[in-house]
């Protein structure tokens, strides 16, 4: 069982920059892949990036949308998960979900476990 409580979101400018932290408790992150999803109003949740682990091997998986603006990564002693987020648009206004799952995938429904979401609201 994972716990999982994701924290950062806010009201930013168009251009700015946040970093959301996703906090696990339960188990440590090593044993999942860990993904960043979003979600705005009257859409389908969408996936941005992921994480995961093999050895001492990382490896990332972003969204075409998200690629070059976004960056997953861990502190394994913090157990916590960040996406850093820079050069944000009116079009990244979303709840922002954490999750966990056993594979590397970009389908929301191989995630067993999810975060309560934050609200990250960028304006123009």
């Known amino acids: 069982q994972v716990q999982l409580l994701e924290s950062g979101g806010g009201l930013v400018q168009a251009g700015g920059s946040l970093r959301l932290s996703c906090a696990a408790s339960?188990?440590?992150?090593?044993?999942?892949?860990m993904a960043w999803f979003r979600q705005a109003p009257g859409k389908e949740r969408e996936f941005l990036a992921a994480?995961?682990?093999?050895?001492?091997?990382?490896?990332?998986a972003y969204a075409d949308s998200v690629k070059g603006r976004f960056t997953i990564s861990r502190d394994s002693a913090k157990n916590t998960m960040y996406l850093q987020m820079n050069s944000l648009k009116p079009d990244d206004t979303a709840v922002y979900y954490c999750?966990?799952?056993?594979?590397?995938?970009?389908?929301?429904?191989?995630?067993?476990?999810w975060g309560q979401g934050t609200q990250v609201t960028v304006s123009s």
């Open positions: 999750a966990a799952a056993p594979v590397l995938s970009r389908n929301y429904a191989d995630y067993d476990y």
């Open positions: 339960g188990r440590t992150l090593g044993a999942y892949t």
């Open positions: 994480i995961t682990w093999s050895g001492r091997t990382t490896f990332y």
